[in-house]
């Protein structure tokens, strides 16, 4: 049976690849001379996901391309191509849920916004969406952003808000945590332990209430990579 794949920032620290790869065919990211080098190994920059929904930017590298296909993984290319430009850098860094869609409006690359057409578009006022959010369930979330914080709110969800000063992103004061983390199989994968998160008791109280187990990578400060992509190989 082949494994699943995970996509992830090159950069990350290697205990983490390493235990990754206990499980996942791991796929490391990166990319030169493209967008800004702080997030140019960032997944969510590059791709957006949601289940089988899988749309890549046109000028991600030929390669990544090349893996996905071989390994059977159906993708569709979108229209905008990233560069040194905020706009674009945000176009696939997006979030939906069953029943929600979320993204800052006017920012959003033209074929996700079509594959998500019927669902309820709810306007963040964070375009790095899935760099500063994961969405759990159709109504719980995990963020570190207080304006999505607020959004999210006042639509009644559940809301995990994370103090994000203690997160890595070189050479920034701090990430965010939708970068540390990714979901596959009922377990939220984190580039990370949560002793080095002040609000980290607090996360894993509330992904337990969820049925949601925490797999924390490596023993270390948590690491904003763009977020962790689970794919499975045909």
Do not use: W
Request: aromatic letters at 14%; charged letters at 25%; a negative charge.
């Amino acid at each position: 049976m082949k494994k699943p794949i995970c996509i992830v920032d090159s950069r990350a620290p290697q205990a983490a690849l390493a235990r990754l790869a206990q499980e996942f065919e791991v796929l490391p990211f990166r990319t030169q001379n493209i967008t800004y080098e702080a997030v140019s190994c960032h997944p969510d920059v590059f791709l957006f996901q949601y289940s089988d929904t899988v749309i890549l930017a046109p000028n991600i590298p030929h390669k990544y391309k090349e893996f996905l296909h071989k390994r059977g993984v159906s993708f569709t290319e979108g229209s905008t191509v990233i560069d040194e430009t905020f706009s674009t850098s945000v176009a696939y860094n997006c979030a939906a849920t069953k029943e929600y869609f979320f993204h800052k409006r006017g920012l959003t690359e033209e074929k996700i916004l079509q594959c998500f057409k019927n669902h309820d578009f709810i306007q963040l006022p964070q375009a790095y969406t899935r760099c500063s959010m994961l969405a759990i369930e159709n109504c719980a979330f995990i963020t570190s952003d207080n304006g999505i914080e607020k959004v999210l709110q006042s639509r009644n969800f559940d809301v995990c808000y994370i103090r994000p000063q203690e997160i890595s992103l070189p050479p920034y004061s701090h990430g965010f945590i939708g970068g540390c983390m990714g979901i596959f199989e009922r377990k939220i994968y984190l580039l990370g332990a949560l002793d080095f998160l002040p609000d980290g008791e607090m996360l894993r109280t509330f992904a337990r209430a969820y049925d949601y187990e925490i797999v924390e990578l490596y023993e270390g400060k948590l690491y904003d990579g763009g977020g962790l992509f689970f794919l499975k190989s045909e």
